[in-house]
């Protein structure tokens, strides 16, 4: 049974379930990590992601990928148009903490409870050459249903490093998580900042929400399994480092993994809330905190 | 003791008495089962408000502690089925232990990482509950109801009025705190934490304090659950409605005082009981997270407040 | 024998690698007017959070009224004697001002215990920032030096024996200073020992008996008003010569 083969492929499933965490989590980590915007609705963006490419994919033969990549340019104005809201609501008068949080809860909910009165609650699934299909490498196999949304996974979380850290932009970002006077002395609006970056948060959602859908079918309220998992990879990444996010959702997708292989699937689940709970008891600043 | 105590005392003795008193007069048990779900949101929202609405700490949790409650109550009905306020105790016991726990663990930290663990707790206590088959696991288990009780009629009519009195309870409860030097600490928590603790208000014993009363009550009103529903399963039991609800309401009725919880379980609880015969439970959930968020963005105060501004303007008019 | 009120011996705090406070020593005496001051940055700031408790000091000791204190809680600092007032005002904004007044009271002041006029005692605070007319607005209705008066009397309330004063004149007209000075000194001339935080030289210089520079998380000079406007140091550190 504890064959080294056995080991490997655990290891390797993990680390590519992981892949995917990581691109899940990214647009939480900036918008929660870096903007201080506790989005818990992030998860619900991400299974309506989910459901649009599923309905392009059944409709039109869409591929799943690049639906995610067209559907993300409407997303972002989505993600552009909540925050607004949420500024003009909560953030200006300060009641962020209590109705601000409520705000998104009621968001989650009602995102959940459309898609359950449009779709319906069964599991849908998506087509794709690549969907079922999978390789060796030697002992280790590997599905391409989880080795595509690692790789895009991957370029997307590489991506938003790199605009990060290099762009104008991205650079006026992390700009405003650290000192926002700062950057208004600039001369740059920390409002609109934080506007677009919202924006692109829920782009990346609704992105991974197709990657999502490759990996497996999906249900309306599967979204709720995955709230402890991007928070779980978040905050032990460190609210708002990209690097810290990957490693973070590498090791809850490798732990995830050897926890279902050792004592099945049903408590996989339990890991991120264990990773979770620690990290806040022990570390709250995570791997890479500041 | 002050005037108002002693009245607010005799009339929440009035209610329980006359709850009784109905359930010798009425025979319906559509009502008493309509009336019993009414009434246990009275005690969720409430008990939610005491945290989310006097502390300002939102609790995503509540099925989690409802639900524990309810199996805390599965696991001595199988090994000793002991009388219902047993039940009743160790449940809010369970549940109150589970609130100081979780509060201890992330209330030192900013206050959105309680909220973030409360979010995850229910999915993995259902979980946990899945798994073990001595309560039923996944599949759900029956649970045979005391087939009498005595001077009730039957168990249902029994059942509405014990959630009547934990609802009478559980309000004057809420309001015992909220006129006391603990409420008012905690009021000075929700408005500004920092200042507060300069003040020298204790704020980590208060925060601790509403975590396991507000946690207890939950897990009090989960209890009787397995009687209520006589088949229970963790996807009832941790249903996500709980804590959708039990947030919503006191947002719909207003949270910085006990009559607003009570006012917005009263009426969306007695709304979704008159929708569920017309309306599908999608639409129901609809409609419940839609004034949800309306009220969250057009009218922070709930009710109550729309209500008091109300008020006051007329009163402008006539002075 | 003259103890001293608040003895801070060699406080250190760091945030990550920077230093903020490097081993400072203060000692205020009892009823003393104590002026803290320093260019921004220089860690005043940090200095009152750590002395009222809102951050644990890294190194060194804080000792108050002849109490070890540097590891007790903020809230329990209150109740021996020390209040604060914040630089942004923070009040509890669900509550009249009476209301504000009254946590304090029945926390600090009174620590809960039945039977007190709490409200009583409440206006004649108010009374002496003469601010009885406000009494039952809501913090929202207030003007900024409305506000900064809020502060102090919520500080007040607390029956401190030692108060910290955080820059309650920035951005107060010459009157408005004026007006809270006077109030200052009338608390110092019935017992109250002060701690000012100012950036107001005026206001600092005429209040001060003595004062700290603090530079760079460094103590840079002590002294009488006098030595401190003739000190070298201070120059250099407020003029970057």
Redesign the interface.
């Known amino acids: 049974m504890l064959s080294i083969e056995f080991l490997l492929n655990a290891l390797i499933a993990g680390l590519l379930l992981g892949g995917f965490y990581a691109a899940m989590s990214a647009g939480l980590s900036l918008s929660f990590g870096l903007l201080d915007v506790v989005n818990i609705a992030h998860p619900a963006f991400i299974i309506f992601g989910s459901y649009l490419t599923f309905y392009v994919n059944e409709h039109f033969g869409f591929d799943p990928i690049l639906a995610g990549l067209v559907f993300a340019v409407p997303s972002y104005f989505l993600g552009v148009a909540v925050y607004r809201i949420y500024y003009n609501c909560f953030e200006k008068t300060g009641a962020e903490s209590l109705r601000g949080l409520v705000f998104f809860f009621g968001l989650f909910f009602l995102i959940e409870v459309i898609l359950i009165i449009t779709f319906g609650v069964d599991y849908r699934l998506v087509r794709a050459f690549y969907i079922g299909k999978s390789t060796s490498i030697g002992s280790v196999g590997i599905a391409y249903r989880l080795f595509v949304p690692f790789l895009v996974g991957g370029i997307l979380a590489a991506v938003l490093y790199l605009f990060l850290t290099k762009t104008f932009f991205g650079r006026a970002i992390m700009g405003v998580a650290q000192d926002s006077l700062a950057v208004q002395l600039m001369g740059v609006d920390p409002i609109r900042i934080k506007t677009v970056a919202f924006g692109i948060g829920i782009a990346t959602a609704v992105i991974a929400g197709s990657l999502l859908i490759i990996i497996g079918p999906v249900e309306p309220t599967i979204g709720r399994e995955y709230i402890g998992r991007v928070f779980a990879v978040t905050v032990l990444g460190g609210l708002g480092s990209m690097t810290g996010t990957l490693v973070g959702g590498l090791i809850l997708g490798v732990a995830e993994s050897f926890t279902s292989s050792f004592f099945g699937p049903s408590w996989a689940l339990a890991v991120s809330f264990g990773i979770l709970l620690i990290c806040l008891a022990v570390r709250p600043s995570g791997l890479f905190g500041r | 003791m002050s005037k108002e105590r002693k009245l607010f005392l005799i009339v929440a003795a009035v209610l329980i008495v006359g709850s009784f008193l109905i359930t010798t007069q009425m025979e319906n048990r559509f009502y008493y089962k309509a009336a019993y779900v009414v009434l246990q949101y009275v005690v969720l929202a409430t008990a939610w408000n005491i945290l989310g609405g006097y502390t300002g700490y939102v609790n995503f949790g509540t099925a989690a502690f409802f639900a524990m409650g309810a199996y805390t109550a599965v696991a001595l009905i199988k090994t000793w089925k002991p009388p219902l306020y047993v039940l009743l105790v160790m449940g809010g016991l369970v549940s109150g232990l589970l609130g100081l726990g979780i509060g201890y663990l992330t209330l030192r930290l900013k206050g959105v990482f309680f909220s973030i663990a409360t979010l995850a707790l229910a999915v993995v206590l259902q979980m946990i509950i899945s798994n073990w088959s001595y309560v039923g696991g996944g599949a759900g288990t029956a649970i045979l109801k005391p087939r009498s009780v005595p001077m009730f009629s039957n168990y249902d009519e029994f059942l509405f009025f014990v959630m009547a009195a934990l609802a009478v309870v559980s309000v004057a409860v809420a309001w015992l705190i909220e006129k006391s030097w603990v409420g008012r600490g905690m009021a000075a928590i929700r408005d500004n934490e920092e200042a507060a603790e300069c003040m020298g208000v204790p704020i980590l014993k208060l925060k601790l304090f509403a975590t396991t009363v507000s946690g207890a009550l939950m897990g009090i009103a989960g209890a009787p659950f397995s009687y209520f529903v006589v088949y229970i399963e963790p996807t009832s039991a941790f249903h996500l409605d709980y804590a959708v609800n039990s947030l919503a309401m006191p947002m719909i009725g207003g949270t910085t005082t006990w009559l607003g919880p009570l006012v917005g379980a009263v009426l969306v609880g007695t709304a979704q009981q008159i929708a569920t015969v017309t309306l599908s439970s999608e639409m129901n959930l609809l409609i419940v997270g839609s004034l949800l968020v309306g009220f969250v963005v057009f009218a922070p105060d709930g009710l109550v407040g729309l209500f008091g501004k109300i008020r006051a303007r007329l009163a402008g008019r006539e002075a | 024998m003259a103890e001293n009120l608040l003895d801070v011996h060699g406080v250190t705090k760091r945030f ?1 690698g920077f230093s903020a406070l490097t081993r400072v020593d203060l000692h205020v005496k009892e009823n003393e007017r104590f002026g803290l001051i320093g260019p921004n940055g220089s860690g005043k700031t940090t200095m009152i959070n750590c002395i ?3 951050l644990a000091n890294d190194e060194g000791n804080i000792v108050f009224a002849g109490r070890d204190i540097t590891r007790i ?4 600092r ?2 021996l004697g020390i ?2 007032s ?1 630089q942004i005002p ?6 009249t001002v009476l ?1 504000n007044l ?3 009271l ?4 009174h ?2 215990s039945h039977g007190v006029e709490l409200r009583g005692e409440a206006m004649e605070i108010l009374e002496l920032m003469s601010m009885t007319d406000k009494a039952d607005v809501r913090t929202g209705g207030l003007t900024q030096i409305e506000l900064r008066k809020l502060e102090l009397a ?1 500080a007040m ?2 029956k401190p024996k030692l108060l910290i004063s955080d820059e309650a004149m920035a951005g107060l007209s010459n009157t408005e200073v004026d007006d809270i000075l006077e109030i200052l000194v009338r608390l110092n001339e019935e017992g109250l020992t002060v701690i000012m935080i100012e950036h107001i030289m005026r206001a600092v210089m005429n209040f001060s008996e003595r004062i700290v520079v603090l530079d760079a998380g460094e103590k840079i000079a002590e002294g009488t008003p006098d030595e401190i406007v003739n000190n070298k140091d201070v120059e250099r550190a407020y003029l970057g010569a």
């Open positions: 990550g009222s408790g809102a809680p903020a809230y329990q209150t109740r209040a604060r914040f923070k009040p509890f904004v669900s509550m209301e009254c946590i304090p029945e926390y600090a002041a620590q809960h919520r309330a607390a």
